[in-house]
């Protein structure tokens, strides 16, 4: 192993592009987050790795870049290197993930053209749900349909729970496989999940990553008779720029929705409706009420599927920094004295190079 090799992980976002340099002792050399692709001086993610690379400065040492993808389907679990053959077959989920998916790829396509010396490998958000129970990711329509066309649950932000299993581990001095915990993955996008002895065996998100509890702009749980009446009621006005129904109502419910369509045009985001509820205003405390009401039934549920609960953790750029929603959630709870609770800063970048070592066996 020479010295100065290097590993750059891209986190590549619909409009963000986030990187992490790190070295082959897995420490952390630079990181950068570039955004608004596609709306300011960035057009596109290609645009946004050159300027990535142009902090970076020399590039001769990366050897590997890895890539967080979203949604796999049940042909991609573990990570793999990317070749034009996996990358065409990891393009047809794109419809599962439309908010990241294809903002992944885009990103894989940039690294190759750019940086044609390294190897590039995507780690899978689906991978920690590999051995969900059946009970957990089968749906309650003909099996067929699983069968045929893959609809089951996949479940999302692995590499974000994962992390926080291992650190989790560290703090409370257990094995991880003996740990039992409640997983919260709290940002724009959203995820809770039941692991019990060191592995997953339930998560709120589900087919695609609109399932669960209310995210910034994802409706979350819905009756699925709301979306055929969205889609056959003509006098229910929907984006007038799409004209494909279809399309709208998959606008309307992972981009229009969530928090931000409960707020309408007074909060762009969960970060406005958090310090606003703070400062008084009752119409975004009621909005912060009624997710972290959702959140807390998703921990009761999980509590009950698990027993013994070791710790529940919180993370993402809102279960990390929030305090009025991490006291929301735990508000009422009958044993919340006894339940010991993490706050963790998760941290996908280190854990998809960690995911690259296991691959290539770097000594």
Same mark, same amino acid.
């Given at each position: 192993?020479? @010295?100065?090799?290097?590993?750059?992980?891209?986190?590549?976002?619909?409009?963000?592009?986030?990187?992490?340099?790190?070295?082959? #002792?897995? @420490?952390?050399?630079?990181?950068?987050?570039?955004?608004?692709?596609?709306?300011?001086?960035?057009? #596109?993610?290609?645009?946004?790795?050159?300027?990535? /690379?142009?902090?970076?400065?020399?590039?001769?040492?990366? %050897?590997?870049?890895?890539?967080?993808?979203?949604?796999?389907?049940?042909?991609?679990?573990?990570?793999?290197?990317?070749?034009?053959?996996?990358?065409?077959?990891?393009?047809?989920?794109?419809?599962?993930?439309?908010?990241?998916?294809?903002?992944?790829?885009?990103?894989?396509?940039? !690294?190759?053209? /750019?940086?044609?010396?390294?190897?590039?490998?995507?780690?899978?958000?689906?991978?920690?749900?590999?051995?969900?129970?059946?009970?957990?990711?089968?749906?309650?329509?003909?099996?067929?349909?699983?069968?045929?066309?893959?609809?089951?649950?996949?479940?999302?932000?692995?590499?974000?729970? %994962?992390?926080? /299993?291992?650190?989790?581990?560290?703090?409370?001095?257990?094995?991880?496989?003996? /740990?039992?915990?409640?997983?919260?993955?709290?940002?724009?996008?959203? !995820?809770?999940?039941?692991?019990?002895?060191?592995? *997953? =065996?339930?998560? !709120?998100?589900?087919?695609?990553?609109?399932?669960?509890?209310?995210?910034? !702009?994802?409706?979350?749980? &819905?009756?699925?008779?709301?979306?055929?009446?969205?889609?056959?009621?003509?006098?229910?006005?929907?984006?007038?720029?799409?004209? #494909?129904?279809? $399309? *709208?109502?998959?606008?309307?419910?992972?981009?229009?929705?969530?928090?931000?369509?409960?707020?309408?045009?007074? *909060?762009?985001?969960?970060? $406005?409706?958090?310090?606003?509820?703070?400062?008084?205003?009752?119409?975004?405390?009621? &909005?912060? @009420?009624?997710?972290?009401?959702?959140? %807390?039934?998703?921990?009761?549920?999980?509590?009950?599927?698990?027993?013994?609960?070791?710790?529940?953790?919180?993370?993402?750029?809102?279960?990390?920094?929030?305090?009025?929603?991490?006291?929301?959630?735990? *508000?009422?709870?009958?044993?919340?004295? %006894?339940?010991? @609770?993490?706050?963790?800063?998760?941290?996908?970048?280190?854990?998809?190079?960690?995911? =690259?070592?296991?691959?290539?066996? &770097?000594?």
């Amino acid at each position: 192993m020479k @010295k100065n090799n290097q590993i750059l992980v891209l986190n590549s976002g619909s409009t963000s592009l986030k990187y992490k340099v790190f070295d082959f #002792n897995l @420490k952390e050399l630079q990181e950068g987050f570039i955004e608004d692709i596609g709306s300011g001086k960035v057009k #596109n993610h290609t645009q946004a790795l050159v300027f990535a /690379l142009k902090e970076i400065g020399n590039t001769e040492n990366i %050897k590997y870049v890895g890539h967080r993808v979203v949604h796999g389907g049940e042909k991609f679990y573990n990570p793999i290197i990317i070749n034009k053959k996996n990358l065409q077959e990891i393009e047809k989920f794109n419809h599962l993930a439309p908010l990241h998916n294809p903002a992944n790829l885009e990103g894989i396509k940039a !690294s190759m053209n /750019l940086i044609k010396s390294a190897k590039n490998v995507a780690v899978f958000d689906t991978a920690f749900y590999k051995d969900l129970p059946e009970y957990a990711y089968l749906y309650a329509i003909p099996k067929e349909f699983y069968h045929q066309y893959g609809i089951r649950r996949y479940g999302f932000h692995g590499t974000s729970h %994962k992390y926080m /299993l291992l650190e989790a581990a560290k703090k409370l001095g257990k094995s991880e496989n003996k /740990l039992n915990l409640i997983t919260c993955h709290l940002g724009g996008g959203a !995820s809770i999940t039941a692991i019990k002895n060191g592995k *997953a =065996i339930d998560t !709120s998100m589900g087919f695609t990553p609109m399932e669960g509890i209310p995210m910034e !702009s994802r409706c979350g749980d &819905i009756d699925s008779g709301i979306i055929l009446e969205l889609l056959r009621n003509k006098k229910i006005e929907l984006n007038n720029d799409i004209k #494909n129904r279809i $399309e *709208a109502v998959d606008h309307l419910l992972n981009k229009q929705s969530g928090l931000r369509g409960l707020a309408g045009k007074k *909060a762009n985001n969960i970060y $406005e409706i958090a310090y606003r509820a703070e400062n008084g205003d009752e119409e975004m405390m009621d &909005i912060l @009420k009624l997710y972290t009401y959702k959140i %807390k039934k998703y921990i009761g549920a999980y509590k009950a599927v698990l027993g013994d609960v070791d710790a529940i953790v919180f993370t993402g750029t809102v279960g990390y920094r929030s305090k009025i929603i991490r006291k929301l959630v735990l *508000a009422k709870f009958k044993d919340s004295n %006894k339940m010991k @609770k993490l706050v963790i800063q998760t941290n996908e970048e280190l854990m998809i190079a960690k995911e =690259i070592f296991q691959l290539m066996e &770097i000594k």
